[in-house]
């Protein structure tokens, strides 16, 4: 595995946190590892960065477990490297087949993506997103109830808006909103609460290949998960809460949208 080394102090925010994320996956060398772990030592928030990546990981490797690797990607690696015919003795070809094979299942997350359709990928990225907002001691950047709060808090954030529903007299509760990155693209992630359930909506624009996720209900990684697009935005629901709560909810945003 190639491990990466720290030049100097490093100041940036994300840049400690992405390198909070290269020390959980042990991408470091010997020298930044023990910089980045004094850096976690010396701030709370790091560490618990360091909590959540762990939690997340955990669920992950419960919700999606390992399997086997199927023969045809066996066949592709052999080809790729020459190795259809076993040698006699170790060469070259068979130390590069080796190390394809170590990267293939040395990442889950690489695995999961050579297994899984894109569409799937953004499922799960946004399941993703879904956990880290409960398992963030602050998940959301904006608290309010207010939807005249918590919309334009969003404005110049994001390239498009949207609307929020009126829901007093209702079961839901808005908990308030966090900016979000999917596909690499900004998008909002709206948190409701219905009784004990928490319920996350992300709105984002409905280009490819967010749009081939389509309007449906399913299942994934044990959550209720609702789609559908309107006024040219994907909106995505996932909560725990059981399917007929997630559609009323869903029914007041559709309602809402595009007014």
Known sequence: MMTLSIPGPVDDDDERELLVHAYVDRELDAAGHLNVERM?????????????IGFLQKTLRR???PEPIPYYLKSRINAAVGTSKPPMRPTWMLMAASVVAAMVLSSSSTW???????TNIILAELVDGHMRALAATQPIDIVSSDRHTVKPWFQGKLPFTFDLPELAGTDFTL?????????????ALLL????????????????????RLGDSLRKQASFNLQSWQQAGLRYVMITDAEAVHAQRLANLLQTTAGR
């Open 175 to 187: 908990v308030g909103g966090r900016l979000v990155f999917i596909e690499r693209e900004p998008a």
């Open 63 to 65: 919700e999606f477990p």
């Open 192 to 211: 409701f609460k219905y009784r004990s359930h928490f319920i996350s909506v992300f709105v984002l624009p409905d280009s490819a290949p967010v749009s």
């Open 112 to 118: 999961l993506a050579l297994r899984t359709p894109a």
């Open 40 to 52: 976690i030592d010396a701030d709370a928030g790091l560490a618990e960065t360091v909590n959540d």
